[in-house]
T-cell receptor
């Protein structure tokens, strides 16, 4: 089975810190995605990547950036964390014909 | 832009009941549709994936159907159990070059 691993389940950071959320997949998937999930708002797409070195903005990219130096790793970066970025962050990878596989999520709290 | 809607937002049923969760989408030219389960505070677990050429997929007590012409999919859960309590999300993919679009989910509670 495809495994998507997010490096932290819970994270607490201070306002203004630079935060790195790491995601690694082990099945050679081309596509990787970062979503955030908030009560009442559902899943919202932040950034995605269909190839190494390639990145595309999703619906809510403001305040975030991404890095994909290797095919298996897709990192989400909060340049200067703010309290409104407190959320559940979900990483996924996919092969189109086999659907999406999600990681277990990172619950980020910015204080 | 594709929109995915799930109604109802929450559902409570007694154990043993058969139930149907509904999902509708605005653009019928989908590539595939995927159903997920999410337990509180956890990630999403894929349940079923239906390709655009398929009408249904089955896994154990779960059966998902797809009617592209009407823009609808249903997830049928047979003989529900308390362990089925979770949020169920559907998501559609329009093409290989567009991201998955999610509904907001149906929160299911199965009462023992």
């Amino acid at each position: 089975d495809v495994k998507v691993t997010q490096s932290s389940r819970y994270l607490v950071k201070r306002t203004g810190e630079k935060v790195f959320l790491e995601c690694v997949q082990d099945m050679d998937h081309e596509n990787m995605f970062w979503y955030r999930q908030d009560p009442g708002l559902g899943l919202r797409l932040i950034y995605f990547s269909y190839d190494v070195k390639m990145k595309e903005k999703g619906d809510i990219p403001e305040g975030y950036s991404v890095s994909r130096e290797k095919k298996e790793r897709f990192s989400l970066i909060l340049e200067s964390a703010s309290t409104n970025q407190t959320s559940m962050y979900l990483c996924a990878s996919s092969l189109v014909q086999y659907g999406y596989t999600f990681g277990s999520g990172t619950r980020l709290t910015v204080v | 832009k594709q929109e995915v809607t799930q109604i109802p937002a929450a559902l409570s049923v007694p154990e043993g009941e058969n139930l149907v969760l509904n999902c509708s989408f605005t653009d019928s030219a989908i590539y595939n549709l995927q159903w997920f389960r999410q337990d509180p505070g956890k990630g999403l677990t894929s349940l079923l994936l239906i390709q655009s050429s398929q009408r249904e997929q089955t896994s154990g007590r779960l059966n998902a159907s797809l009617d592209k012409s009407s823009g609808r999919s249903t997830l049928y859960i047979a003989a529900s159990q308390p362990g089925d309590s979770a949020t169920y999300l559907c998501a559609s993919l329009l093409s290989g070059n567009t991201p998955l679009v999610f509904g907001k989910g149906t929160r299911l509670s199965v009462i023992a």
